[in-house]
Nanobody, 126 residues
Framework: QLQLVESGGDLVQPGGSLRLSCAAS????????VGWFRQAPGKERERVSC???????NYADSVKGRFTISRDAAKNTVYLYMNSLQPEDTGHYFC????????????????????WGQGTQVTVSS
């Protein structure tokens, strides 16, 4: 069974940090671009970061310099390191994996593409 499982969400104070994990089972992420998305209350789901199959990365302007995406091939897992968290970072965070042979960031998953996990909740509040 092909599955993505997110974990690591929590309640954190402004300025705090979290590491989210996206673990794949039933398939290997080697030939997949993986994106992290978030959906805040009352807002559309947006992609905040992506890692291509070769490790190229991109970030939404709102998280540049604060979030870092990385892969651990041995663990078949993609991480999202989030620093300097702000209340506007609150939301349900999902990872998505899109099969691709391209190394370009245009291969990153869009809303609805590929396989999705159930998400993990991040709440930033004092």
């Amino acid at each position: 069974q092909l599955q993505l499982v997110e974990s690591g969400g929590d309640l954190v104070q402004p300025g705090g940090s979290l590491r989210l994990s996206c673990a794949a089972s039933g398939f290997t992420l080697d030939n997949y671009a993986v994106g992290w998305f978030r959906q805040a209350p009352g807002k559309e789901r947006e992609r905040v970061s992506c890692s291509t199959r070769t490790g190229l990365t991109n970030y939404a302007d709102s998280v540049k310099g604060r979030f870092t995406i990385s892969r651990d091939a041995a663990k078949n897992t993609v991480y999202l390191y989030m620093n300097s968290l702000q209340p506007e970072d609150t939301g349900h965070y999902f990872c998505a994996a899109r099969f691709t042979l391209s190394a370009r960031t245009t291969s990153c998953p869009r809303n609805g593409d590929g396989y999705w996990g159930q998400g993990t909740q991040v709440t930033v509040s004092s």
